[in-house]
T-cell receptor, first 115, second 113 residues
């Protein structure tokens, strides 16, 4: 079964600093990979996804992630943090297939922005 | 993309009662799912809601406790039966479009006293 590991349950960065949230997957075959964001008291919003096109994926709100097969990683970055980025971020993975594969979530990283 | 709404958004229930959560998608989705998110934790898949047939449950979840219906391509319900305080969680509905993209509803926040 697919799984993802998110390193760091809590990450704090200063406003304007680089945001780096780490995600590693466990699969010998490149899967589909996703980043979701959950703002306080809200559901999950899709930030970006990797499905086999370009390895550098751009998402909403200035976030991007790079798929690195050699490192089995899909880290999320943003060049300059804003206060509004404070939220919980989840990396998720699913097998490639015919659309009925299950999505498995990491344990999440809570991002705090320091003014 | 798909916009998913859930009702109710939150509820406080008494032990031993049941609550039905409704999920409505604004466009057709190939698959619908129900997740549970316990306080401070990640999402756990409860079941896949199958149109016109019994849901497919994950290990640790059973139909008697979490009956699910999906009468058409855009609507599903999840019932949390005979509730206990351990059922206090956020319950999220999700719909998949295309091969891989899943969208989520805002969640139903349930507190069982």
């Amino acid at each position: 079964a697919q799984s993802v590991t998110q390193l760091g349950s809590h990450v704090s960065v200063s406003e304007g600093a680089l945001v780096l949230l780490r995600c590693n997957y466990s699969s010998s075959v490149p899967p589909y990979l996703f980043w979701y964001v959950q703002y306080p008291n809200q559901g999950l919003q899709l930030l970006l996804k990797y499905t086999s096109a370009a390895t550098l994926v751009k998402g909403i709100n200035g976030f991007e992630a790079e798929f690195k097969k050699s490192e089995t990683s899909f880290h999320l970055t943003k060049p300059s943090a804003h206060m509004s980025d404070a939220a919980e971020y989840f990396c998720a993975v699913s097998d490639r297939g015919f659309g009925n594969e299950k999505l498995t979530f990491g344990t999440g990283t809570r991002l705090t922005i320091i003014p | 993309s798909a916009v998913i709404s859930q009702k109710p958004s939150r509820d406080i229930c008494q032990r031993g009662t049941s609550l039905t959560i409704q999920c409505q998608v604004d466009s057709q989705v190939t698959m619908m799912f129900w997740y549970r998110q316990q306080p401070g934790q990640s999402l756990t898949l409860i079941a896949t809601a199958n149109q016109g047939s019994e849901a497919t449950y994950e290990s640790g979840f059973v139909i008697d406790k979490f009956p699910i219906s999906r009468p058409n391509l855009t609507f599903s319900t999840l019932t949390v039966s005979n509730m206990s305080p351990e059922d206090s969680s956020i319950y999220l509905c999700s719909g998949r479009q295309g091969w891989e993209t899943q969208y989520f509803g805002p969640g139903t926040r349930l507190l069982v006293l």
